[in-house]
C-alpha cells in the first residue's frame, strides 16, 4: 500500500499542478523504484485539446506497492497484485493556486479509487475516464490541507 499509506497523494497533485502550468503538451513519468525507497510509480498526462485560456486538465495515476494497473491498446484498464490504484483529474477550469513557496489550492480533484481485491469485477476505461466496480468520489485542498479524503471511503469496503 506504498501510494495510500505513505500518502504519496499530495506529492502526485503537486506534479500534476506544476504539469498544468506549462503551456506546451507533455507526458511526465515518476517512477519511485528509482528513488531510495521500494514503491508504486505515477503517470502523468495532460489532455492537448484545451481552450489556451484555461489550464490543461491534467490526469494523476497512483499505484500501491505489489499492485499494476495494466493499461490496454484501447485504453480500458485493469488491476493486479493486492493494493489500490488512485486515478485523478483536474480539470482545466478548476481553479488551483500553485506558486513556488506557497500552500498548493485546488478547487476540486475528481478520484476515481480500483482495488485489486475485486480486480474480476472492477476495470478503468481512460478513453471515457469512468470505472466500473470502484469508488468515484472528489476533494479539494485548501491552502496545503485536504478538505475531504484523498483517498476517499476505503476501496477495500465496497
Given at each position: ?11 502526485l ?5 506544476r ?5 506546451e503538451p507533455?507526458?511526465a ?6 528513488s ?99 469508488l ?23
Open positions: 500500500m506504498h501510494f495510500s499509506q505513505r500518502d504519496r497523494n499530495g506529492r497533485l503537486a506534479f500534476m499542478a504539469a498544468a502550468q506549462r503551456p507533455r507526458v513519468v515518476v517512477n519511485e523504484n528509482v531510495t525507497h521500494e514503491g508504486g510509480g505515477a503517470l502523468l498526462a495532460e489532455d492537448v485539446n484545451v481552450d489556451a485560456a484555461s489550464y490543461p486538465t491534467v490526469y494523476g495515476v497512483g499505484v500501491d506497492q505489489a499492485t499494476a494497473l495494466l493499461v490496454y491498446p484501447n485504453g480500458t484498464s485493469s488491476i493486479v497484485g493486492s493494493g489500490s490504484s488512485f486515478l485523478l483529474k483536474l480539470d482545466g477550469d478548476t481553479p488551483r493556486k500553485c506558486v513556488e513557496g506557497a500552500p498548493l489550492s485546488i478547487a476540486r480533484v475528481e478520484a476515481y479509487c480500483i482495488d485489486a481485491a475485486y480486480a474480476d469485477t472492477s476495470s478503468f476505461d481512460f478513453a471515457t475516464w469512468r470505472g466500473v466496480g470502484g468515484n468520489y472528489s476533494y479539494a485542498v485548501v491552502n496545503g490541507s485536504y478538505v475531504g479524503s484523498p483517498y476517499g471511503p476505503s476501496c477495500r469496503s465496497m
